[in-house]
């Protein structure tokens, strides 16, 4: 089982790496930042409820009234919010700053792992952690906290965000991925689409909508696709490992958005990247070996 949730958490990170490349063919299309998220939402929760149905024949799905509160963070905030938080710290700071803000949930989460769900973290962990925080650095060299501002802040917020809802997955284990990933796209769609329409009113009563290209939208159902996907792929990987394992083996996402980065845009990595993107495999295969043990 947990060889099957290495993999399924691995196939996750190669879907997820896709996205920045879709974020660029998006970029500067007509699409305000909100709306983008929002109406990716509506495409993956269309997909999301077609998989849930098929399987909900099948099992009945029982909410308990302690799980309720549980259930509401990890969709607004663990999953709505966060996508929003990542987009605008993008928007508001360095990418490079945004970058390494939001992947220090790698870090966050087994710290919380250990307090809230008892998990155990030996030296393995301990070491794929530090080598993790030095492949950060290498990565993305964030410049002097004072140049974060605003984008900083949403940028902890959307690392927490992903940390959070890694944990209370865990919490949440005699839940389906299936109606995980229902529940978080439709409250997705829900508080996205209320924010759209009060921040961005104008794209929508000016017409925006309409002025959107066939292509941009053919590219924003592949991204809704490949969101559910990648979330679905995830949230059932983590049934199998630990969260600290997992939010380690996310890190490889970066490794493989370098790669894709120099296929399409002809990025050529520094040396320093090669190192960061080194030690992130180390970590990732550290953990794989040891990290449960």
């Given at each position: 089982?947990?060889?099957?949730?290495?993999?399924?958490?691995?196939?996750?990170?190669?879907?997820?790496?896709?996205?920045?490349?879709?974020?660029?063919?998006?970029?500067?299309?007509?699409?305000?930042?909100?709306?983008?998220?929002?109406?990716?939402?509506?495409?993956?929760?269309?997909?999301?409820?077609?998989?849930?149905?098929?399987?909900?024949?099948?099992?009945?799905?029982?909410?308990?009234?302690?799980?309720?509160?549980?259930?509401?963070?990890?969709?607004?905030?663990?999953?709505?919010?966060?996508?929003?938080?990542?987009?605008?710290?993008?928007?508001?700071?360095?990418?490079?700053?945004?970058?390494?803000?939001?992947?220090?949930?790698?870090?966050?989460?087994?710290?919380?792992?250990?307090?809230?769900?008892?998990?155990?973290?030996?030296?393995?962990?301990?070491?794929?952690?530090?080598?993790?925080?030095?492949?950060?650095?290498?990565?993305?060299?964030?410049?002097?906290?004072p140049t974060w501002k605003i984008g900083g802040v949403f940028a902890i917020l959307s690392a927490l965000g992903q940390a959070v809802y890694l944990i209370i997955r865990k919490?949440?284990?005699?839940?389906?991925?299936?109606?995980?990933?229902?529940?978080?796209?439709l409250m997705g769609v829900i508080v996205l689409g209320v924010l759209s329409l009060m921040i961005e009113l104008p794209f929508y009563s000016q017409g925006g909508l309409q002025?959107?290209?066939?292509?941009?939208?053919?590219?924003?159902?592949?991204?809704?696709?490949?969101?559910?996907?990648?979330?679905?792929?995830?949230?059932?990987?983590?049934?199998?490992?630990?969260?600290?394992?997992?939010?380690?083996?996310?890190?490889?996402?970066?490794?493989?958005?370098?790669?894709?980065?120099?296929?399409?845009?002809?990025?050529?990595?520094?040396?320093?990247?090669?190192?960061?993107?080194?030690?992130?495999?180390?970590?990732?295969?550290?953990?794989?070996?040891?990290?449960?043990?």
């Amino acid at each position: 089982m947990k060889n099957k949730g290495i993999l399924l958490i691995l196939l996750s990170t190669i879907l997820y790496s896709i996205m920045p490349v879709l974020i660029r063919m998006l970029g500067g299309n007509g699409l305000p930042p909100i709306a983008q998220v929002f109406l990716r939402y509506i495409v993956a929760c269309i997909a999301a409820a077609v998989y849930f149905f098929r399987q909900i024949s099948h099992n009945r799905i029982i909410i308990r009234k302690k799980d309720i509160v549980l259930l509401l963070i990890t969709t607004i905030f663990g999953y709505a919010l966060t996508n929003l938080f990542y987009t605008y710290s993008i928007l508001n700071t360095q990418v490079s700053n945004a970058l390494f803000l939001f992947f220090t949930f790698a870090i966050i989460a087994p710290i919380l792992a250990f307090i809230l769900l008892k998990e155990k973290i030996n030296a393995f962990n301990v070491v794929a952690l530090i080598a993790t925080a030095f492949a950060l650095v290498l990565l993305f060299q964030p410049n002097a906290i004072p140049t974060w501002k605003i984008g900083g802040v949403f940028a902890i917020l959307s690392a927490l965000g992903q940390a959070v809802y890694l944990i209370i997955r865990k919490k949440l284990s005699n839940y389906s991925a299936e109606f995980l990933m229902f529940a978080n796209t439709l409250m997705g769609v829900i508080v996205l689409g209320v924010l759209s329409l009060m921040i961005e009113l104008p794209f929508y009563s000016q017409g925006g909508l309409q002025k959107v290209s066939a292509n941009t939208w053919i590219t924003t159902v592949l991204f809704g696709i490949d969101n559910f996907f990648a979330w679905l792929v995830m949230t059932k990987g983590f049934e199998y490992v630990k969260a600290a394992t997992g939010s380690i083996l996310l890190l490889s996402e970066l490794v493989v958005g370098i790669l894709l980065a120099f296929v399409f845009f002809r990025e050529i990595p520094t040396s320093a990247t090669l190192i960061g993107g080194s030690l992130i495999l180390v970590s990732s295969v550290l953990v794989i070996l040891k990290g449960e043990n």
